[in-house]
């Protein structure tokens, strides 16, 4: 199995962070397998969506809708409703796996492998690809 560690830059606010390029570069030339893509933090998820006609946009207003950022959270450290961050990846989680077909990602037209990350407080996070050969 490969395995390395990209850093993505998430800066100050909630963001949806397309890292199919990454993704796609870090399998190219290594024939068939499986992608395993892992954000090593509790307050941040991996999603497969379409990005660029508004659907990142949509799915961070319905996290607000579903998780607000409110008093109403015991896990009261860090920014105002930070709590609803450590819930997130219950809704959406940490991991996703995508196969790989002659080192190509194997996703959908309008799929994109993407970081969701709602938490300001850290403007940099982790993303672990790790490569099993099939």
Known sequence: MRSEVITVRTGGSAT??????????????????????????????????ETGAGSDDDLLRAVDD????????RHRHGSPGHGRDHVLPAFIPPYATVPVLDGRLVLGTWQSICLVDPNGDNPTRHVRLSFLPG
């Open 16 to 49: 949806v962070r397309d890292i199919t390029r990454e993704a796609a570069e870090f399998v190219a030339g290594h024939g068939d397998g499986l992608l395993h893509v892992f954000a090593p933090h509790a307050t941040a998820g991996i999603a497969l969506i």
């Open 66 to 73: 579903l998780l607000p950022t409110d008093d109403r959270w």
